[in-house]
């Protein structure tokens, strides 16, 4: 079974950075894609960037292209999100999450295992 434990988030100004963190453990069967998700207060869940598992091309919501930047240590199992230049909408819950390696892209119910979340506020 996987797991995923996110870490990073905190409490920044606008135009700070912060890098998450998501530590994956347990056997996955063949290739996955693997993403970043936030739900912000009153909205719904959104796919923010993902590593697609049939090519490794990267994926960006229009919303952070340019300022974020996802990438991931393969010795260490875990994927990196580097926020920069935050937004006080950018405030949110972010998850990591796994699924179907064509599924960057599509809805957050494709995928299937999910970390807790790390809160980021991004506030002045």
């Known amino acids: 079974q996987v797991q995923l434990v996110e870490s990073g988030g905190g409490l920044v100004q606008p135009g700070d950075s912060l890098r998450l963190s998501c530590a994956k453990s347990g056997f996955t069967r063949g290739p996955y894609a693997i993403g970043w998700f936030r739900q912000g207060p009153g909205k719904e869940r959104e796919g923010i960037s993902c590593i697609s598992g049939t090519d490794g091309k990267l994926h960006y919501a229009d919303s952070v292209k340019g300022r974020f930047t996802i990438s991931r240590d393969n010795a260490k199992n875990t994927v990196y999100l580097q926020m920069n230049s935050l937004k006080p909408e950018d405030t949110a819950v972010y998850y990591c999450?796994?699924?179907?390696?064509?599924?960057?892209?599509?809805?957050?119910?494709?995928?299937?295992?999910w970390g807790q979340g790390t809160q980021v506020t991004v506030s002045s």
């Open positions: 999450a796994t699924g179907p390696p064509q599924m960057c892209g599509a809805s957050w119910y494709y995928f299937t295992s």
